[in-house]
């Protein structure tokens, strides 16, 4: 096995071929010109078997809100291995090798989609929060205002979609990432796609849109990407949705994160038993589809304002991670000891106090602890975290987080 850098000039075609065994494109001639602005951005690696590549990670910097403030962000935006590279080990040991290359470029956390729980915890990441999808019949919105006739938009317009999504409301957990020609590559990925917006924005700049794939006459519609700024545009949204219902029965989508969609649908349950067992079907299914950790616990712990007063206590860290990387890197893991001061300016710092409790964890327990994903008590169950009692509840007291969406997918 070699692990080096991606070189376009010899590592594009064989990455193309990757992405097709994987079944993430469905042909190389058309799908497989988009892989190209996928890579020209961001930074990848690839491991090689008689000189070709065989198995890829592809990493891109952006930022994750916690709170109210941004962290740098590494997000693991592609791991694929091809048929013949199988259980060599290739993927765990790059995905490691590009979180130390994330954690040297100052990210502060690391976030990927998983194809299954259980692979990427070897590597310190933890489960993220559930989302919910949806699949509603539009016209059951209970929207009344008005809306304008959008605009249509292209994949061309790709630039305008990624500073929208740039600009859009985000709470805790939202994403953005760097790069508008990583959007344009998932922009032109999607089946019948369309775009609708509106250029509400300073000199004229897209403000608020919706896009996604249509399937068939009634549809079912599904919606990937959408933004506002105001609440005065997502009602404008939503009444444009809403249109949609003369013809398309059906939109899934993943829920808006910042209210509760069921709220906005008239008489959802009898919708759902109209439609149950049909190409329709009205649906809210609960999934943690992503996963999170900690790269650099100093930020990390320096971002959070706890209201309370202050809380001290020992954390040992262990970080699985570090299996799989050189010594020589300046970055090997969080593993440690630490003094942790939680309180509205928390802190950090190496070392252990005989007279503080102790809270035992990895990384991936305490990032999803960090994140407010889960609470101490229900980790202590779940994961590998453990401590004194008051301790954990303590804890639970002080961290008190809505519930984190990303808002991008990746």
Not at 38 to 52: I, K, N, Q, R
Not at 280 to 290: G, V
Request: net charge negative.
């Amino acid at each position: 096995m070699t692990i080096r850098r991606y070189n376009a000039e010899t590592d594009l075609p064989h990455v193309k071929r990757i992405w097709k065994e994987c079944g993430w494109i469905n042909d190389i001639k058309e799908d497989g010109k988009y892989i190209e602005d996928f890579y020209s951005v961001g930074d990848a690696l690839v491991a090689t078997m008689e000189g070709e590549a065989e198995c890829a990670v592809h990493s891109s910097n952006g930022s994750i809100r916690y709170d109210k403030v941004d962290l740098k962000l590494g997000a693991v935006t592609a791991v694929t291995t091809s048929h013949i590279a199988r259980k060599q080990g290739f993927a765990k040991q790059m995905t490691a090798e590009m979180l130390a290359i994330e954690a040297e470029q100052g990210c502060a956390v690391s976030a990927l989609g998983m194809f299954d729980q259980g692979f990427y915890d070897k590597l310190g990441f933890g489960t993220g929060s559930y989302d919910q999808f949806l699949s509603f019949d539009p016209s059951t919105l209970r929207i009344n205002g008005h809306y304008r006739s959008p605009r249509r938009l292209t994949s061309d317009d790709f630039e305008q979609v990624h500073a929208a999504m740039i600009n859009r409301t985000r709470h805790h957990g939202g994403v953005n990432l760097d790069a508008p020609r990583l959007l344009k590559a998932e922009l032109n990925w999607l089946d019948e796609p369309f775009g609708l917006g509106y250029f509400d924005g300073p000199g004229g700049s897209l403000s608020h849109f919706i896009w996604g794939e249509m399937k068939g006459e009634h549809g079912p519609y599904n919606i990937s990407w959408r933004a506002y700024q105001t609440t005065t545009q997502l009602y404008e949204l939503l009444a444009l949705i809403k249109s949609l219902g003369d013809q398309v029965h059906s939109i899934q989508m993943i829920e808006f994160g910042e209210f509760q969609f069921q709220d906005l649908l008239e008489m959802p349950f009898r919708t759902r038993r109209i439609t149950e067992d049909g190409k329709q079907l009205n649906f809210s299914r609960s999934m943690a589809y992503w996963q999170l950790r900690i790269l650099d616990l100093p930020a990390c712990i320096s971002a959070m304002h706890c209201i309370g007063p202050d809380l001290a206590f020992n954390l040992v860290i262990t970080d699985p991670v570090t299996a799989f990387l050189q010594e020589s890197r300046g970055w090997t893991g969080t593993d440690g000891s630490y003094i942790v001061t939680l309180g509205d300016q928390s802190s950090v710092s190496e070392g252990s106090n005989s007279h503080l409790p102790t809270l035992t964890a990895t990384i991936n327990a305490f990032s999803r602890l960090w994140f407010g994903i889960r609470p101490a008590n229900s980790l202590c169950i779940t994961d590998e975290m453990s401590g004194d009692p008051d301790l954990i509840n303590a804890l639970d007291q002080m961290i008190r987080l809505p519930i984190p969406h990303l808002g991008w997918d990746f």
